[in-house]
């Protein structure tokens, strides 16, 4: 079999190649990439590399320890060449005691001057380097264990209901809270919303509330969806020009679920259908 030859004379010039075969987890797979030929500012020692292919996005992968556990830190950057531009990368972590059984819609992703609870420490990612090899991170004493994930505290926020403009705290309720984050816009969110009220009919008392939040453009469409769709609960909007709830919150997909138990900590956090499902076999044995 023949493979294509691409004469590359250009900087910047890009590539697309089908079948390129990656090594994940130790197994071989097959998957589109993008390759392009760029100008490098890397060097090794004295040796500086004048030009270099790279594949987009571009990954890379390091392991640190802290308190006798291993974790792993991948970095992802969607454009080489301005890879100096701190909002252009994402970080993820994760333990190696996780890595092996955490679904891809857990995955949260960070950037540079987030701080993360890891091991009864706050790291804070503090800078990189132009060589993507090299990244600093700073260790803070924990005085708090407030989080957006499982096992740390809910992170506070108060809101106003949309249809009701009562206030509300997820602080302090003694309840279990189920954080729907949703919008008008979202199809699979409008999908659950039978099954969310099934949900709500079935644990609706002083132990169980569920909190939505609107990631929406218009507080009038949310209001009128509302009320056409008789909807009980609460609902705070958040609008998508600050989306201050949902960046608090780490929320990367939608409808992102997120159970709170009655002392204020993340039992559970998922997205979509399998999510809420078990979300109702928690509460059931609650």
Not at 13 to 32: A, C, G, H, M, P
Not at 35 to 41: D, F, Q, T, V
Request: charged fraction near 25%; glycine fraction near 4%; include cysteine.
């Amino acid at each position: 079999m023949s493979e294509k030859i691409y004469d590359v004379k250009k900087i910047n010039q890009t590539i697309y190649l089908n079948d390129v075969e990656f090594l994940f987890n130790n197994q071989i797979v097959k998957r589109s990439a993008t390759i392009k030929y760029i100008e490098s500012s890397m060097s090794f020692g004295s040796s500086k590399i004048k030009n270099i292919f790279v594949i987009e996005p571009f990954y890379y992968e390091t392991k640190f320890e802290v308190g006798q556990q291993n974790y792993n830190i991948s970095c992802i950057d969607n454009d080489y060449n301005n890879f100096g531009l701190n909002n252009k990368i994402r970080f993820s972590f994760l333990s190696n005691s996780d890595n092996s059984k955490i679904s891809k819609d857990r995955i949260i992703y960070y950037k540079i001057g987030d701080t993360i609870s890891i091991y009864q420490n706050r790291v804070v990612l503090q800078n990189y380097s132009t060589n993507p090899l090299s990244i600093n991170i700073k260790l803070l004493k924990a005085e708090v264990n407030f989080g957006y994930d499982i096992k740390f505290d809910a992170l506070k926020f108060k809101f106003d209901d949309i249809l009701t403009n009562k206030s509300f705290d997820i602080q302090g309720s003694q309840q279990y809270i189920l954080l729907d984050f949703w919008g008008t816009w979202c199809n699979p969110c409008i999908e659950l919303l039978p099954k969310l009220k099934n949900m709500y009919t079935r644990y609706h008392n002083e132990k169980f509330i569920i909190y939505g939040i609107a990631y929406d453009d218009d507080l009038n469409e949310v209001k009128k969806y509302l009320q056409v769709k008789n909807v009980k609960w609460p609902n705070a909007f958040d609008k998508r020009s600050k989306a201050d709830i949902i960046k608090l919150y780490k929320i990367q997909a939608f409808p992102t679920f997120i159970l709170i138990d009655p002392t204020g900590k993340i039992i559970y956090r998922g997205i979509g259908k399998s999510s809420l499902e078990q979300i109702d076999k928690l509460l059931s044995n609650h």
